[in-house]
């Protein structure tokens, strides 16, 4: 049995991109398991942009964790030692445990539901056919139900629709382009540099992309969509939203998924022509993804459909070693990913 | 027949609340009614927040008015001379014919469906028992419809809602107010001084008011409505919906009907607090009237039974004399109108 955990520990709320003075990298003992505990080594950290929204002294859509934390991350893990009934030695779990090798914890009386709870466990069903546990985390976990439901629910998209998805090629916007493209809509896509936008095009099935860093979004906009955006599906905020809204169809809608351009800002801002959602009667919803974790077995057969007749696929970058942690999370917020961040904390690549 | 015209023309688009070098007070000869022309005498003009928007050179949900336009608003007026078989002296008709004694208009081959547009004529009915020429401009014009459908179609409240309406003792908030709390909903107000406050509660119906110019909203907020605000009817933006967007309940509404605090300011924003609307889920739809006006008998129905039931009421400012509009016009940003302004362009009150 291992004697060590290796861990990120969330030291000072950060100003801006987490430093190693906000996050601080320890390696420490493992105590003897007690009574009715769980030991779990975790296989998989997801990265994600949100993770930096709960880290926000002020608090978001769940109050901040507190300093001293583990930084929090969801993580798919494989039971290690238990001395817990409903826990077995190589058992697969879920759960929102951080940037650690091992999580420790009282087993409880049933699975927790809530995969967001911090200490709870939900232990993984078989992957479907032809999937593998790493899906849990993107195609049918928050990812997949987040494109899905917004681009449905919120969004209210209609075969022919003109719908416009920023951070096209990321994790949520490109399983966003792949649905509404399913759902016979037009789909213009937003993402950074002419390698993301040709992936959107070509992997993604977008009938085009629009290169923010050097396109002039609004020109682009107004021949890609000269009646308008239907449905605006938007995961960055800031000026990008605000050219989006510029180019918004009367009686549209914005599906208010993200805002990634505001997460290390203090000083986040609506859009400066918020008047416009007036004059074009906009509805504009923010949404999360935890309300729909009822109807997930609805979204998850039409994922898993799609993904089995080729029409959707989730691209995922897999990184390696928990000390790499935070240069993969700087990642996500410079645009150098490639698809949905991974941490596979076996240098083997095996969980 | 009289022989001048006394008008104001738009001169140059305002910076800011408008002044008399803006719009400029002109009188001049009014010539020969020409063959198939209608010559209007305004009665009553409507002075309302939206106006300002129509004049800003940017446009609004409306191209701008060109300079050189009489300033526009919305009219009633009776028919003086006709040279067009659709008109007759005397006929009540309504447009949006601007600040000015008399308009002439080529007479169409009917009515025009659109009261927005420049240069249409529509005959008004009999007003309904106990009612008058003027509630075309009110109750059962463009404030009732905005008040009634902004309230059900958007707001979607439910009887138990709590629901806070800002400019609550204002044209379309006073109405907004009554009827949320005869559709069964805990009403709490937004107005400017005691005087307001307490016609809101007492005139109009409300449960509570919070003087915005004296009181520590969110304060007032936290324990007016303890569990979060449902539905926010917002007429004003600003610091105000920022207020209300912290105090607001998750899945909660806001009816975008107006911003009048940003109007005079061409560097206007949305709420810095925008992240909120994500992380409680918030619905935010911006809405015009002009979208219901087919559905416009389902609310007079409904609208003129709570008149008649005195369940329903609308709190006129009658000004008089064309000269006084843009003093009247300024009054409803600074907060000292009192109830729907309207001029009256006959001394004597009487149309």
Redesign the interface.
């Known amino acids: 049995m291992t004697a060590t955990n290796q861990l990120w520990r969330l030291a000072r709320y950060p100003e801006g991109l987490p430093t190693t003075e906000d996050l601080v990298f320890e390696e420490g003992p493992l105590a003897p398991l007690g009574e009715g505990e769980v030991r779990i080594r975790i296989c998989y950290i997801s990265i994600d942009p949100a993770n930096r929204l709960w880290i926000r002294p002020e608090g978001?859509?769940i109050p901040p964790f507190p300093l001293g934390s583990v930084m929090p991350a969801a993580c798919i893990g494989v039971v290690h030692e238990s001395s817990h009934p409903r826990y077995q030695p190589g058992d697969w779990v879920q759960g929102i445990w951080g940037w650690q090798d091992f999580v420790t914890l009282p087993g409880g009386p049933e699975d927790r539901q809530l995969p967001m709870e911090e200490g709870g466990i939900l232990h993984l069903p078989e992957p479907p056919p032809g999937s593998d546990y790493l899906d849990f985390f993107g195609l049918f976990g928050v990812h997949g139900l987040t494109a899905f439901f917004g681009m449905t629910d919120v969004g209210k998209v209609k075969p022919g629709d003109t719908v416009l998805i920023s951070a096209a090629a990321g994790a949520i916007g490109s399983l966003a382009t792949q649905i509404a493209r399913n759902l016979g809509c037009r789909v213009v896509g937003l993402a950074g540099g002419p390698e993301k936008c040709a992936k959107v095009v070509e992997q993604f099935g977008a009938d085009a992309c629009i290169d923010y860093k050097s396109d002039d979004i609004r020109e682009k906009l107004s021949v890609l969509a000269p009646n308008g955006v239907d449905v605006y599906f938007d995961n960055v905020?800031g000026e990008i939203l605000e050219a989006a809204i510029d180019n918004m169809a009367h009686?549209g809608r914005i599906v208010?998924?993200?805002?990634i351009s505001?997460y290390n800002d203090s000083d986040?801002?609506?859009?400066?022509?918020?008047?416009k959602?007036?004059?074009?009667?906009?509805?504009?919803?923010?949404?999360?993804v935890f309300?729909y974790m009822d109807r997930m077995e609805e979204a998850v057969e039409t994922l898993a459909g799609w993904k089995a007749s080729g029409e959707l696929h989730m691209e995922l970058e897999v990184r390696y070693g928990i000390d790499n942690c935070l240069g993969a999370f700087h990642s996500l917020f410079d645009g150098s990913n490639r698809g949905k961040l991974v941490m596979c904390l076996n240098e083997s690549g095996e969980p």
Request: aromatic share 16%; net charge positive.
């Open positions: 978001s859509y905020g009686h208010f998924c993200g805002a505001q986040a801002r609506g859009p400066a022509n918020y008047m959602l007036l004059y074009k009667q906009i509805e504009l919803k923010g949404f999360l309300t």
